[in-house]
């Protein structure tokens, strides 16, 4: 308790302050990108972020933008007022961070515009970085952004993997450092934390590859039709709940109702028996359901970081995809399932 009650206190104070469902009913009944940011700034704890900003000419990528550095500024804040191997375990997140700049820049370098990437990264992520992102956007193509990794944890990552111009596959070089990313968050925080708080973030992180597992399953199976060794050499390690024998046999399904009858039998049933198109929502949300329930039984431990992390990226994710929803002119109705509804009231 005394470890963590100013980290508690301050995420609370954090927590308190995020979007809630009136805020989202709210944000639905808007019609344009200016209405979006004119309630934000006037209305939530976004104000301060978007002061200055004329919401009248604000356009979509603009605002994006902002809201992305506002979650950014308030990752920064937490690991500021972190100390010791705990504040070193939330270094991690800044791999994470580096790993989707990445895979932003080399979907820009596959269509030939990685010129036109553009991120204000922050000084404090930049010191924390490996990657020069400057360095890396004047890559000419796949050759010379390999050459521009040397001397990060990711040259070896890109230089195993084919990646001469024409072979150059994407899904498998966004596969790999997604696995990479799994083994860092898993050494680091059997290094850095305390016994108990390493069994509950292993617990969280069993939990995300097995689902991880059966998605990537399913879909390689439905839409890629991939050859089993290939699904095998993606799956992520570190699987708990769900046996090897039940994804060996999800491998080896031939049909739906096969993969239906296998998954019956696992814990994780519930979050594939929507529609595909959905799963990623059910998952995102049964996973800070689990977080939850720690902070709720245990809230003296790092979950309640990891807890509101989670949810300040699912409040970014829900705000984006209003905004989208908007640009393409869907009604409330449409854009609801996409969204997912937690804390502050929040439900599914």
Same mark, same amino acid.
């Given at each position: !308790?005394?470890? +963590?009650?100013?980290?508690?206190? &301050?995420?609370?104070?954090? =927590? ?14 808007? =019609? ?8 934000? &700034? ?36 937490? $690991? ?34 990685? +010129? ?7 000084? +404090? ?20 952004? $390999? ?27 966004? #596969? !790999? ?11 680091? =925080? ?8 390493? !069994? ?25 039709? #991939?050859?089993?060794?290939?699904? +095998?050499?993606?799956? !992520? ?24 009858? $296998? ?27 689990? &977080? ?14 990891? =807890? ?11 705000? $984006? &995809? ?27």
């Amino acid at each position: !308790m005394f470890k +963590y009650s100013a980290s508690f206190a &301050k995420v609370q104070a954090m =927590s308190g302050k995020l979007l809630t469902n009136k805020d989202y009913d709210e944000l639905l009944g808007k =019609s344009t990108v200016g209405e979006i940011a004119s309630y934000l &700034k006037n209305n939530t704890h976004f104000s301060k972020d978007l002061q200055g900003v004329l919401e009248a000419d604000i356009h979509r990528g603009q605002l994006e933008e902002i809201l992305n550095e506002a979650k950014e500024r308030d990752f920064i804040k937490l $690991i500021k007022f972190t100390r010791g191997n705990n504040k070193k375990f939330l270094l991690t997140y800044v791999l994470k961070y580096e790993i989707e700049l990445l895979k932003e820049m080399v979907r820009l370098l596959k269509s030939g515009l990685l +010129y036109t990437f553009y991120h204000d990264v922050s000084k +404090y992520y930049a010191d924390h970085m490996t990657i020069d992102v400057e360095k890396l956007t004047k890559s000419k193509d796949i050759t010379q952004f $390999i050459e521009n990794l040397k001397g990060t944890p990711f040259y070896n990552i890109f230089s195993k993997l084919t990646l001469e111009k024409e072979d150059f596959n994407i899904f498998n070089v966004e #596969m !790999m450092l997604d696995i990479y990313y799994f083994k860092q968050f898993y050494q680091n =925080s059997k290094k850095l934390l305390p016994k108990k708080d390493f !069994m509950l973030t292993y617990g969280l992180l069993s939990k995300e590859a097995d689902v991880l597992n059966i998605m990537w399953i399913i879909r390689s199976k439905k839409y890629f039709n #991939m050859p089993k060794e290939i699904i +095998y050499s993606f799956l !992520m390690p570190f699987g708990g709940k769900i046996k090897d024998r039940q994804i060996n046999a999800l491998v080896e399904a031939k049909s739906e109702s096969e993969i239906q009858e $296998i998954l019956s039998k696992t814990p994780y049933y519930h979050i594939f028996q929507s529609e595909v198109l959905f799963t990623e929502q059910h998952f995102q949300k049964y996973l800070n359901d689990q &977080k939850q329930k720690i902070v709720r039984l245990m809230p003296y431990c790092i979950v309640t970081i990891l =807890s509101y992390i989670s949810r300040r990226e699912i409040e970014l994710a829900n705000i $984006i &995809k209003i905004i989208e929803g908007k640009r393409y002119k869907l009604g409330a109705d449409e854009i609801e399932p996409y969204l997912i509804r937690i804390g502050n009231g929040g439900a599914a």
